[in-house]
């Protein structure tokens, strides 16, 4: 496996090189040296996620959000993190089902999914490592470390919702609208 030096990276090179029982396993690199993922990423940005960050800027050059405010910031989540998932999924469902061309490039063609998953269709071979549930249990004790807290913003306005028929909003208008009403019900309640 190969990462950059990225945050979370060093706990996946941790896994990775348990899982093999190898310290080799796991390689660090510039993700420039991969012009796929490089072109995925200005895909990505080009035709996605530049729309989600004009949106949250001009949400603060309004003053409708103000970053560091806790329950701005905990209402946005509420509100929005189930859109931007289903927009993710989206990007990633059209990604990993579009066609590969043949090209002159060490690349083989077909669609990423069927390569990932069925990899000796097209002469490759099943790379599939199994790791055994002890394996998992050692690595979830030992370097994974899980939030338990609760998130006392998240149950408000999950009883808001629940308390005056409001629905999870299905799309950013409405995402923003509910923004709106549940920081109005919770200054007129604080």
């Known amino acids: 496996m190969r990462t950059n030096n990225g945050t979370e990276n060093g706990t996946i090179a941790l896994m990775q090189s348990y899982f093999r029982n190898d310290v080799e396993a796991h390689v660090y690199g510039k993700s420039t040296a991969n012009q796929r993922i490089e072109g995925w990423w200005s895909h990505f940005r080009w035709n996605r996620s530049t729309w989600w960050i004009n949106f949250f800027k001009d949400l603060v050059e309004t003053e409708e959000f103000c970053p560091g405010n806790e329950v701005q910031m905990e209402a946005l989540w509420f509100c929005f993190a189930g859109i931007i998932q289903e927009d993710l999924d989206f990007v990633r469902d059209h990604w990993n089902s579009h066609t590969i061309r043949a090209s002159s490039h060490d690349t083989i063609s ?8 069925l990899p000796e269709r097209k002469g490759g071979e ?3 490592h199994h790791v055994s549930a002890q394996q998992i249990e050692i690595v979830a004790e030992n370097l994974l470390q899980f939030e338990e807290d609760t998130n006392w913003y998240q149950l408000y306005f999950e009883y808001i ?3 005056m028929n409001l629905e999870r909003p299905p799309n950013w208008t409405d995402a923003l609208n509910l923004y709106r009403e549940l920081l109005l019900i919770y200054e007129e309640n604080n």
């Open 110 to 117: 077909g669609k990423p999914d069927e390569l990932y998953l």
């Open 126 to 128: 099943d790379r599939l």
């Open 161 to 163: 919702l629940a308390n």
